[in-house]
């Protein structure tokens, strides 16, 4: 997006980061004012300043020209203080400037003429020009002194002036600032109000106002659409249907952006409205579709304010009535379709309804944080019976099934699940391995079409009921990666839809075919609270960061934010229903939103990438690599390379991310970021292909990877030519050495200088060695723990600038005293160099490696997330099995146990990552050593 300043010259906005295009140093073109400018289809422009004339620049040419005012040439600039540019259907330039119009034809660029030039009588002579446009009858002025159009059958010119109310007389009453011409036809704004040219009488007739909209100042207008008429004024922004000729109102204020002098309008491919003010900055109006609205909306005034809190629990009973669990209250709609309202923190200091579910048709279960209650007739009642029957205290029940014969299925925190036929004198409990794990629980029961219930546990996997063998658990495949789900899914007892903490899963346990999406795939976040299925079969995610719909066509998720109308974007685990007319219900942390999808009329823009950024050496080249590039290239001295990307979709910009891969080096594409700027350092000799992948908000990817060659030319020393002329020029040395034996004592004094240098020199290495041996470990030559944390603190920082994940990994040799007491210290040496020696090969540059004592390693992986280190590890684990070590002529396998954490790159203290990775050490070692274990943000606390 381009944007013309008063100040700063022509800025280039990524939605990002603005870029002065009049780069400094250059001329006086920087920070100087810009007031039009005009982009041909080559990436060339022409910019119109206020009191520096008219300038051409094109990069790709490497040609810039300069327009002045000169009093000795009739045909020169009008004025140097250029108002308006307009590039009309023949490819000509027309300029208007404060003392009349010049026009340029782009087939002769350094030809200017100037129109009217000799002609006082002529309507444009020395006119104000404030804006030009087209039309099938010609070229349209706005001056000063009305309009002026000049015919296109090139007859004579004709003036216009707009009719004026008598009872309003402002200043500059004849003054034209603004024309448009689209669809509906030719329009006008001036300080008087909005007119529309008319054929039939050829002039123009005046747009009637509202009296509450009092008499603004227009400035601007510009389109929406094809019956749109967007119009900026001195007060505020104003929209005009052009068909009905009739003011849009906003919540009965027809003004849109009070209090805003509004100068310049604009709206991108995307249908948003770019709005330049007046000393008050720049204005983005993004299109609201309003996909979700607040429910809260629709009820009474005293129920509102509870239906925008958080909401934990979502259910339409039989009836087909919402049941809706707020934050201390619980609303529900009676038999007559009226909303109630029922206090049950007040009434029965319950702080949380985690699920609801109904048996038999009109009694409501309640799943709390202190048990299993009743609500019938409005009145509520706690009942202890299953508890009672299994010998347990009553406790938070964090999720509840009611099957069609009364069985209900009580998912009790840290204790297992309890099965109990409503009614019934007896009770069983199942799944009590969950007591086992701190913090377990059940998260999600549910029943597959075919009749099979699943319990999806938090840190036990998946488990199914059988009617053979009872409670199951099942062998997802996904055990290496999650180790519980927070929701389970079912199409039928073999296909499931898995919610985890890292991803959503679909798994066929008969095929065993699994398929993992993640933010690549258009997941707004890969923590996922839950998943369901609407009416029409659409599959949708709900994350911690807004909802995403499956889209069976492109095979993506799309993803939904605040511009769909979500008040929040923390969806809850069980705040979701979807009523018998197919209208979907979520919950989030303020309130809940209702949503009736329909997929046609959904826009779903297709975002471009493109090259924003060159510095090579920390040298500017960006404007030089400005439109399309194909290709860079590169010194064989280069030392670096930076490249900065735009994803060009404004709708939430900061949500863009990238992925890429640099062929030549790598096949392998990075995972997505939100840091869009890539670094190369002294990238070998060769050929190199960049590929560029953007993604926008709603997780839609550009239709084609950005692709860029990158050639990094070969060193000279491999240049035949330059080896005979290297031994030409060592022939030649060696004569000059004979040559000038006779200044011998010169040499001399050579060789002093050259000692003192060496000294120095010496003297510099072995501080630099100092402070290596007191930063790294004797043994291993790994960084110790004190040089760990220094580097560390660097590593973190700069992690967090990048927003860039960051994953420490404790290591521990499996029963490395054993190995000390079987085959002694020299061997137990040499075991911790081959390990360090394994570390060091498979570590990148950015990585971190050190012994933190004894048999302990540490490592901090850079832009690396605890998935990813998961998977170094196990690399890791498989090359410690391929490559033992030799002692004594006899291999010798070592094994290690992974601690890994994923820690916000804000906290500081390493003494937290470390103690997080520490703890999940244990539990790898608990779990039987040689593995790897990622830290559950549950220890961090």
């Known amino acids: 997006m381009w944007l013309a300043t008063d100040s700063d010259g022509l800025l280039r906005f990524d939605g990002a980061e603005s870029i002065n295009w009049l780069a400094a140093g250059k001329d006086t073109q920087h920070r100087q004012n810009v007031n039009k400018f005009v982009l041909d289809d080559n990436g060339a422009m022409w910019f119109a300043s206020w009191g520096q004339g008219l300038t051409y620049i094109s990069a790709q040419q490497q040609l810039q020209l300069r327009f002045r005012a000169d009093a000795a040439n009739p045909a020169a600039l009008a004025s140097d203080r250029v108002q308006t540019l307009f590039m009309d259907s023949k490819r000509r330039l027309w300029i208007g400037s404060v003392a009349g119009v010049n026009y340029i034809d782009s087939s002769n660029l350094n030809e200017i003429s100037r129109f009217a030039a000799d002609e006082p009588t002529h309507p444009l002579y020395q006119n104000r020009i404030w804006w030009i446009t087209e039309s099938s009858e010609g070229i349209w002025f706005a001056t000063s002194d009305g309009i002026v159009l000049l015919p296109a059958d090139q007859s004579a010119a004709k003036r216009y002036y707009l009719p004026l109310s008598s009872s309003l007389q402002l200043e500059r009453a004849r003054e034209v600032r603004a024309l448009q011409q689209f669809s509906s036809g030719l329009w006008a704004s001036s300080a008087n109000g909005i007119y529309r040219y008319q054929n039939t009488c050829d002039c123009f007739e005046q747009v009637p106002m509202p009296t509450a909209m009092a008499t603004p100042r227009f400035n601007v207008v510009h389109p929406q659409g094809d019956t749109l008429l967007w119009v900026g004024a001195a007060e505020g922004l104003f929209l005009l249907d052009t068909q009905t000729l009739t003011w849009v109102a906003k919540d009965n204020n027809y003004n849109f952006l009070p209090d805003i002098d509004v100068r310049t309008l604009f709206v991108n491919a995307d249908d948003q409205l770019w709005i330049g003010s007046r000393d008050q900055g720049l204005f983005i109006g993004t299109p609201q579709h309003r996909v979700f609205s607040p429910l809260a909306t629709s009820l009474p005034a005293t129920k509102s304010q509870a239906a925008s809190r958080l909401t934990s629990a979502l259910f339409h009973d039989h009836a087909n009535k919402l049941w809706l669990a707020a934050q201390d209250t619980l609303l529900y709609q009676d038999s007559q379709g009226d909303w109630q309202q029922?206090?049950?923190?007040?009434?029965?200091?319950?702080?949380?309804?985690?699920?609801?579910?109904?048996?038999?048709?009109?009694?409501?279960?309640?799943?709390?944080?202190?048990?299993?209650?009743?609500?019938?007739?409005?009145?509520?009642?706690?009942?202890?019976?299953?508890?009672?029957?299994?010998?347990?205290?009553?406790?938070?029940?964090?999720?509840?099934?009611?099957?069609?014969?009364?069985?209900?299925?009580?998912?009790?925190?840290?204790?297992?699940?309890?099965?109990?036929?409503?009614?019934?004198?007896?009770?069983?409990?199942?799944?009590?391995?969950?007591?086992?794990?701190?913090?377990?629980?059940?998260?999600?029961?549910?029943?597959?079409?075919?009749?099979?219930?699943?319990?999806?546990?938090?840190?036990?996997?998946?488990?199914?009921?059988?009617?053979?063998?009872?409670?199951?658990?099942?062998?997802?495949?996904?055990?290496?990666?999650?180790?519980?789900?927070?929701?389970?899914?079912?199409?039928?007892?073999?296909?499931?839809?898995?919610?985890s903490e890292y991803g959503l899963w679909?798994?066929?346990?008969?095929?065993?075919?699994?398929?993992?999406?993640?933010?690549?795939?258009?997941?707004?976040?890969?923590?996922?609270?839950?998943?369901l299925f609407d009416k029409q079969g659409h599959l949708w995610s709900l994350t911690n960061h807004g909802p995403a719909r499956f889209d069976q066509q492109i095979q993506r998720f799309i993803s939904y934010g605040t511009n769909d109308g979500l008040p929040d974007?923390?969806?809850?685990?069980?705040?979701?229903?979807?009523?018998?007319?197919?209208?979907?219900?979520?919950?989030?942390?303020?309130?809940?939103?209702?949503?009736?999808?329909?997929?046609?009329?959904?826009?779903?823009?297709?975002?471009?990438?493109?090259?924003?950024?060159?510095?090579?050496?920390?040298?500017?080249?960006?404007?030089?690599?400005?439109?399309?590039?194909?290709?860079?290239?590169?010194?064989?001295?280069?030392?670096?390379?930076?490249?900065?990307?735009?994803?060009?979709?404004?709708?939430?910009?900061?949500?863009?991310?990238?992925?890429?891969?640099?062929?030549?080096?790598?096949?392998?594409?990075?995972?997505?970021?939100?840091?869009?700027?890539?670094?190369?350092?002294?990238?070998?000799?060769?050929?190199?292909?960049?590929?560029?992948?953007?993604?926008?908000?709603?997780?839609?990817?550009?239709?084609?990877?950005?692709?860029?060659?990158?050639?990094?030319?070969?060193?000279?020393?491999?240049?035949?030519?330059?080896?005979?002329?290297?031994?030409?020029?060592?022939?030649?040395?060696?004569?000059?050495?004979?040559?000038?034996?006779?200044?011998?004592?010169?040499?001399?004094?050579?060789?002093?200088?050259?000692?003192?240098?060496?000294?120095?020199?010496?003297?510099?290495?072995?501080?630099?060695?100092?402070?290596?041996?007191?930063?790294?470990?004797?043994?291993?030559?790994?960084?110790?723990?004190?040089?760990?944390?220094?580097?560390?603190?660097?590593?973190?920082?700069?992690?967090?600038?990048?927003?860039?994940?960051?994953?420490?990994?404790?290591?521990?040799?499996?029963?490395?005293?054993?190995?000390?007491?079987?085959?002694?210290?020299?061997?137990?040496?040499?075991?911790?160099?081959?390990?360090?020696?394994?570390?060091?090969?498979?570590?990148?540059?950015?990585?971190?490696?050190?012994?933190?004592?004894?048999?302990?390693?540490?490592?901090?992986?850079?832009?690396?997330?605890?998935?990813?280190?998961?998977?170094?590890?196990?690399?890791?684990?498989?090359?410690?099995?391929?490559?033992?070590?030799?002692?004594?002529?006899?291999?010798?396998?070592?094994?290690?146990?992974?601690?890994?954490?994923?820690?916000?790159?804000?906290?500081?203290?390493?003494?937290?990552?470390?103690?997080?990775?520490?703890?999940?050490?244990?539990?790898?070692?608990?779990?039987?050593?040689?593995?790897?274990?990622?830290?559950?943000?549950?220890?961090?606390?």
């Open 342 to 499: 029922f206090p049950f923190r007040a009434k029965a200091n319950i702080r949380k309804i985690y699920q609801i579910a109904e048996y038999p048709a009109g009694t409501l279960w309640l799943a709390t944080d202190t048990g299993l209650y009743q609500f019938k007739n409005g009145q509520l009642q706690f009942d202890p019976t299953p508890f009672q029957l299994t010998g347990l205290a009553p406790s938070g029940v964090t999720a509840l099934h009611v099957d069609t014969r009364g069985v209900l299925y009580l998912g009790v925190w840290q204790r297992g699940l309890i099965s109990w036929q409503v009614g019934a004198d007896s009770a069983s409990l199942n799944l009590t391995q969950l007591a086992e794990n701190s913090g377990d629980q059940i998260y999600d029961l549910a029943l597959s079409p075919d009749g099979v219930l699943f319990a999806a546990t938090r840190y036990s996997g998946l488990y199914k009921l059988t009617s053979t063998r009872g409670w199951q658990r099942v062998d997802t495949g996904t055990r290496e990666l999650v180790e519980g789900f927070n929701c389970v899914v079912p199409e039928s007892s073999s296909r499931l839809w898995l919610c």
């Open 569 to 941: 974007l923390t969806l809850q685990r069980n705040a979701h229903s979807v009523a018998a007319d197919g209208t979907l219900y979520l919950g989030t942390a303020n309130g809940t939103v209702v949503s009736k999808f329909d997929p046609d009329t959904e826009r779903l823009s297709v975002p471009n990438v493109k090259l924003s950024k060159v510095l090579i050496d920390g040298a500017n080249y960006t404007i030089q690599y400005s439109g399309e590039v194909s290709e860079i290239n590169l010194a064989a001295d280069y030392r670096e390379l930076v490249l900065g990307f735009s994803v060009l979709d404004y709708r939430e910009p900061e949500k863009n991310t990238i992925r890429y891969r640099l062929l030549g080096l790598s096949s392998a594409w990075s995972s997505a970021s939100r840091n869009r700027e890539l670094r190369y350092v002294n990238l070998p000799a060769g050929q190199y292909q960049l590929e560029v992948e953007g993604q926008n908000s709603q997780g839609i990817t550009s239709a084609s990877p950005l692709r860029i060659n990158i050639q990094v030319a070969a060193p000279w020393w491999q240049s035949p030519l330059l080896w005979i002329i290297g031994i030409l020029l060592l022939l030649l040395s060696i004569s000059s050495i004979i040559y000038w034996r006779e200044l011998s004592l010169k040499r001399r004094n050579a060789k002093l200088a050259l000692l003192v240098t060496e000294r120095t020199q010496a003297l510099e290495t072995l501080t630099q060695q100092l402070k290596q041996r007191a930063e790294h470990d004797s043994l291993t030559g790994l960084l110790n723990r004190s040089g760990f944390g220094e580097r560390f603190n660097l590593l973190r920082s700069q992690a967090c600038r990048q927003t860039i994940p960051l994953s420490i990994v404790l290591i521990d040799l499996d029963h490395f005293k054993r190995f000390n007491d079987q085959y002694g210290h020299a061997a137990g040496d040499l075991a911790l160099q081959h390990f360090a020696a394994l570390l060091q090969q498979r570590l990148r540059e950015s990585d971190l490696c050190g012994r933190w004592g004894g048999e302990e390693f540490i490592l901090a992986l850079s832009d690396c997330d605890a998935i990813g280190a998961k998977k170094f590890c196990e690399d890791l684990l498989t090359t410690l099995q391929q490559q033992p070590f030799t002692y004594q002529d006899k291999p010798l396998c070592i094994s290690a146990t992974f601690g890994i954490a994923e820690l916000a790159t804000s906290t500081e203290s390493l003494e937290q990552w470390v103690k997080l990775a520490d703890q999940a050490l244990y539990r790898g070692k608990d779990q039987g050593r040689g593995c790897a274990v990622i830290a559950s943000l549950t220890y961090a606390s």
């Open 506 to 531: 679909f798994v066929n346990l008969e095929s065993g075919q699994q398929q993992h999406y993640l933010t690549e795939h258009g997941l707004p976040s890969v923590y996922i609270t839950a998943a």
